[in-house]
Every structure is written in structure tokens, then in C-alpha cells.
T-cell receptor, first 107, second 114 residues
């Protein structure tokens, strides 16, 4: 059965820490993997990954995809309290989301 | 440039009733997908509409149905509501078949079934 698994499910860190969030998948007809940040209701787009080994970067956030081992990671460096949110991983073509990682950054 | 808009924002229904949720996609988008997000869980894919037809469907019963209009807006209908249908319903729009298929989400409709 197709699945997308995120780990850890929750994480509590202090400002300035670096975190790594994981997303592994087993899906048919993989097309791309997307990362979203959900603070309240509407998930907001972070990254779209289609090729292995190419890092996407935006400020303190970066992400990479490994299509051989079927996983992706999302890194956040120098975390801030504003990074507190649920981070969701989704895989297309299946339109399948993981359960998310709830990140809490304490001052 | 309007983003994805959903209405209503909140809704309270009782078991057995029917509900209709509405979504207008981001300008320029032609595809609408619907998701159900229960508390503490990731969004679960319900179905996707393109060219007024259901193109993909997740593992949801026939009580969940939809429609897409010529202006690309969409409705999600749920019949015979159950307590377990209480959730945040998210609509996402995208451009079908494009190389950049990222989904843009609305703020959702919070449905409570009593």
C-alpha cells in the first residue's frame, strides 16, 4: 500500500537550534515531493523536489530528495519561534500527505 | 491576484444532514483538489477535478461527491453526515499537467458534526 511517513511526529527545540525533518515514501508513479508549512489552517508551499541530490534552499530552510532510498529531508538552521508549525510532506502523483511533524521552537 | 478562497469558514451540522462546501481556485488555475484534515493528522486526499470531471479519487465513500463549474470553481458535497466527518476541509488549486504542479491551499472550512 502506498504511504508517506514523516518523522519525528513532534519536536521541541530552542531558538538557534538546527532541526532535520524526515519524509519517507512508498508510492507508485512518483512525480514530485512537496514540503508545506502549516501554521494555522492553510498550508503554505516551501519546496518542490523532483530530482535526486539537488538541494533546494530558501533562507534558513533547505531540502533534498533521494529517489533511490525514497526519502527527503527538510533542514531548518538557526530556528526561530516563528518556525513553530506543522511541516507536511506530500507526494504527487498520489496526492498523498504524511501526518506531519509538529515543530515547537522555544525562546 | 486572489488566492484560493473557501466558504464558509465554519459550519456546524447534525448527524444525517447534508453539507456543501465551496472553493474558488487561484487565478489561472484549472484544477481543484479537496482534502480532509482531522485534528492532529495530515490532509487526506478526497478527489481532484479538472475540466469538470473527477480525475482522481482517494479512499472516501460515495457520500462524498463533488462538482466543478466552467469557471473552475468547485463544490464538495457530503451526504448523511457522520460524527467522524468533523474535520478541516481544505481546497487546493493547481495547473493541470504543468511542470510546476505545486498546490495552493485555501484556509479551509472547519466542519463540526454534532
Amino acid at each position: 500500500e502506498d504511504k508517506v511517513v514523516q518523522s519525528p511526529l513532534s519536536l521541541v527545540v530552542h531558538e538557534g537550534d538546527t532541526v532535520t525533518l524526515n519524509c519517507s515514501y512508498e508510492v507508485t508513479n512518483f512525480r514530485s515531493l512537496l514540503w508545506y508549512k502549516q501554521e494555522k489552517k492553510a498550508p503554505t508551499f516551501l519546496f518542490m523536489l523532483t530530482s535526486s541530490g539537488i538541494e533546494k534552499k530558501s533562507g534558513r530552510l533547505s531540502s533534498i530528495l533521494d529517489k533511490k532510498e525514497l526519502f527527503s529531508i527538510l533542514n531548518i538552521t538557526a530556528t526561530q519561534t516563528g518556525d513553530s508549525a506543522v511541516y507536511l510532506c506530500a507526494v504527487l502523483n498520489d496526492m498523498r500527505f504524511g501526518a506531519g511533524t509538529r515543530l515547537t521552537v522555544k525562546p | 491576484d486572489a488566492g484560493v478562497t473557501q466558504s464558509p469558514t465554519h459550519l456546524i451540522k447534525t448527524r444525517g444532514q447534508q453539507v456543501t462546501l465551496r472553493c474558488s481556485p487561484k487565478s489561472g488555475h484549472d484544477t481543484v483538489s479537496w482534502y480532509q484534515q482531522a485534528l492532529g493528522q495530515g490532509p487526506q486526499f478526497i478527489f481532484q477535478y479538472y475540466e469538470e470531471e473527477e480525475r482522481q479519487r482517494g479512499n472516501f465513500p460515495d457520500r462524498f461527491s463533488g462538482h466543478q463549474f466552467p469557471n473552475y470553481s468547485s463544490e464538495l458535497n457530503v451526504n448523511a453526515l457522520l460524527l467522524g466527518d468533523s474535520a478541516l476541509y481544505l481546497c487546493a488549486s493547481s495547473l493541470f499537467g504543468g511542470t510546476n504542479e505545486k498546490l495552493f491551499f485555501g484556509s479551509g472550512t472547519q466542519l463540526s458534526v454534532l
